[in-house]
């Protein structure tokens, strides 16, 4: 069972950029697909991006396409969310997700595709 950690969240300016990062461990980082949700206050939990298992496929929610990017790096069981242009609305906790039943080059594209979670990490941008 792999274990993930969120880290890099923080408060930020509109139009500024954060980088969330993920470090899993205790399994193999690479046989999984990874993604990142987000969950606001009052709504559900929701998918921003995923990778495939090699990291190459991805997946972006279209609202987000063109602002936010996923990448991993299987060396160091790492993804990452690099976060540009953020906005009010892109406040959330933000929360590491793996998945186990992907295939090579899946790219999950929905929250219950997931099977592991991190704890999250809170991301908030002030007007």
């Known amino acids: 069972q792999v274990q993930l950690v969120e880290s890099g969240g923080g408060l930020v300016q509109a139009g500024g950029s954060l980088r969330l990062s993920c470090a899993a461990s205790?399994?193999?980082?690479?046989?999984?697909?990874m993604g990142w949700c987000r969950q606001a206050p009052g709504k559900e939990r929701e998918i921003v991006a995923s990778?495939?298992?090699?990291?190459?496929?991805?997946y972006y929610v279209d609202s987000l396409k063109g602002r936010f990017t996923i990448s991993r790096d299987n060396a160091k069981n790492t993804v990452f969310l690099q976060m540009n242009s953020l906005k009010p609305e892109d406040t959330a906790v933000y929360y590491c997700a793996a998945d186990r039943g992907a295939g090579r080059l899946g790219t999950p594209t929905a929250t219950a595709e997931f099977d592991y979670w991190g704890q999250g990490t809170q991301v908030t941008v002030s007007s």
């Open positions: 205790g399994g193999t980082f690479s046989s999984y697909a």
């Open positions: 990778s495939s298992r090699t990291g190459l496929n991805e």
